[in-house]
């Protein structure tokens, strides 16, 4: 059963780098059938959606917030990870990462909640 | 970039009875659209994608219709564990983008 996992530092302060890692369990993340990306949720708002990559490396944006975001994938060590720089109060939330097959996200992590304070 | 309607915000309803979502994009998606189901505390669970499709597991009393830029997911008779919020979600190939609607939540 495929399990994905976030994983990262859950308080950052502002201006800093928000760094967050995927680790996916049960199956393969070089598997060239899905994208693997990242949604937040701010407390008590809806959900929207950073990034996605492929397997190659290949990564398109939320171009709302594509100058600060970094995405990267491992797969000798089977995860991916999220930067986002210049982080603000705004950046508070609950941070998952997920697959995507096609046009859906099929599978998710738990989430974590990153705040951004000083 | 493709703008996603949910409409109504709330729908306060009594288990047994039905509910029926609606969901609008600003232009075409070819119908890679998905409906989500999120309780409090939990990450969203995946009910329909491809407009129509049920995802694995999900019971037959959630269906999903629509074409275009209009589509509707229908809960034929509300269980006390379907309250939650409920999003949409499309995918677009061009530009290459991923956006969600804003929701439904979906009380008694």
């Known amino acids: 059963q495929l399990q994905l996992l976030e994983s990262g530092p859950r308080l950052v302060k502002p201006s800093e780098t928000l760094s967050l890692t995927c680790t996916v369990s049960g199956g393969s993340i070089s598997n060239n059938n899905y994208y693997w990306g990242w949604i937040r949720q701010p407390p008590g708002k809806g959900l929207e959606w950073i990034g996605s990559i492929f397997y190659s490396g290949s990564t398109y944006f939320n171009q709302s917030l594509k100058s600060r975001v970094t995405l990267s994938i491992d797969t000798s060590r089977n995860h991916f990870s999220l930067k986002l720089s210049s982080v603000t109060a705004a950046d508070t939330a609950v941070y998952y990462c997920?697959?995507?097959?096609?046009?859906?996200?099929?599978?998710w992590g738990q989430g974590t909640l990153v705040t951004v304070s000083s | 970039e493709i703008v996603l309607t949910q409409s109504p915000a709330t729908l306060s309803l009594s288990p047994g009875e039905r509910a029926t979502l609606s969901c609008r994009a600003s232009?075409?998606?070819?119908?890679?659209l998905a409906w989500y189901q999120q309780k409090p505390g939990q990450a969203p669970r995946l009910l329909i994608y491809?407009?129509?499709n049920r995802a694995t597991g999900i019971p037959a009393r959630f269906s999903g219709s629509g074409s275009g830029t209009d589509f509707t997911l229908t809960i034929t008779s509300l269980e006390p564990e379907d309250f939650a919020v409920y999003y949409c979600q499309q995918r677009s190939s061009w530009p290459p983008e991923v956006t969600f609607g804003p929701g439904t939540k979906v009380d008694i």
């Open positions: 997920a697959r995507r097959l096609s046009g859906s996200w099929n599978s």
């Open positions: 491809d407009a129509s």
């Open positions: 232009q075409s998606v070819n119908n890679y």
